[in-house]
């Protein structure tokens, strides 16, 4: 049996990156994923908001997105929002996962694809877990577990296309109960899917994006099309993340916003701090280190959003949904949207 520093279980972006850096701290690093490619399995749109490009230099981005446009569920007159700066990318998931592991590798961790978790073949000091909203390692080191998830499908393909990028955002809650559907067109490639409440959704998911497809214009595939999904979990940070066995990164520590369900930018911040801490715990032995992995920063940044998104899941009819675009139009309306979507 083979004897690491840190086992770090799942090869998403958040795990990935806290393998790297732990490896370059100079520790024994492991990484399992039980997937057998990381260009399969993908749960993630890929969208990148602006604080992460400015802090993080990524590669296999897609143009940049500076436009928004916000429909009701009868989808007439969208409030469009313009920004003057580079608000979203698109990244190509497949190409950022096998840069991270290329360079995770290079840093001296060890990644083994298809292989599960618990293993036989892998005894750790320290584990984290990076697998995901259900993460089996919450459940094996007896920490907190997502219990409010939204599901998603989306598909992916490349399109022909001179329009300006545009982030197209649908509110329906026949589509997408609790949440929204969506097109993203970046002159690149297309991104149409739809999430919500699954003991709220009509019809099988495929069937929903099927009827989104058949209302709403979106362009034409100019190649394969690719479809992806999952679980996003948006009841916030959980409270129990860290245990002297243990701790969670990204989406199975619920590090995603609770309105938005974006977790890239939260992924990359939380493993940075992930691997700080393990590195001092592992070095020091002491436990009080591990009291710094309890995320309330970001548990105070997503507060208000909670409180959004606790809203958001009691429109049950589009004729709720229609009047709060009202107050969107307004100027204060389009304010508090701009600081919500590119903040």
Not at 55 to 65: I, N, R, S
Not at 134 to 147: E, I, K, M, P, W
Not at 268 to 297: C, I, K, P, Q
Not at 332 to 342: D, E, H
Request: with cysteine; proline share 7%; glycine share 10%.
């Amino acid at each position: 049996m083979d004897t690491v520093d840190v086992l770090v279980v799942g090869a998403g972006l958040a795990g990935l990156n806290t393998a790297r850096l732990l490896a370059e701290a100079g520790l024994d690093v492991a990484v399992c994923e039980r997937r057998t490619s990381l260009a399969t399995g993908i749960r993630t749109t890929g969208i990148f908001v602006r604080r992460t490009l400015t802090d993080y230099d990524l590669p296999h981005l897609g143009p940049a997105v500076r436009r928004v446009l916000l429909y009701p569920p009868s989808l007439r007159e969208p409030v469009e929002l313009v920004s003057t700066r580079d608000e979203f990318r698109v990244g190509d998931m497949a190409g950022i996962y096998a840069q991270a592991v290329e360079d995770a590798e290079r840093a001296g961790a060890q990644v083994a694809l298809n292989a599960g978790y618990p293993g036989k073949a892998v005894n750790a000091r320290f584990t984290i877990g990076a697998d995901g909203a259900r993460s089996t390692v919450a459940r094996q080191l007896g920490l907190d577990v997502n219990r409010r998830l939204i599901t998603g499908i989306e598909e992916v393909y490349p399109i022909r296309t001179g329009s300006t990028p545009t982030f197209h955002c649908v509110i329906d809650p026949r589509l997408a109960p609790g949440y929204l559907a969506w097109v993203i067109d970046d002159g690149e490639h297309a991104h149409v899917g739809l999430a919500g409440r699954a003991d709220r959704f009509t019809a099988p998911l495929p069937q929903l994006l099927q009827r989104f497809r058949d209302s709403f214009p979106t362009p034409a595939p100019a190649g394969p099309v690719q479809r992806r999904g999952g679980p996003i979990p948006v009841g916030g940070l959980l409270r129990r993340i860290v245990s002297p066995d243990g701790l969670l990164v990204g989406d199975a520590a619920g590090a995603v916003s609770p309105l938005t369900a974006g977790g890239l930018d939260p992924c990359l911040r939380m493993s940075e701090l992930a691997a700080s801490v393990t590195f001092d715990y592992l070095r020091s032995g002491n436990r009080y280190v591990l009291e710094h992995y309890d995320g309330a920063a970001l548990r105070r940044r997503y507060r208000i959003r909670s409180a959004m998104r606790r809203g958001l899941s009691l429109v049950r009819e589009p004729g709720l949904a229609e009047p709060t675009f009202a107050g969107l139009r307004t100027p204060l309306g389009q304010a508090a949207a701009r600081r919500i979507l590119f903040t």
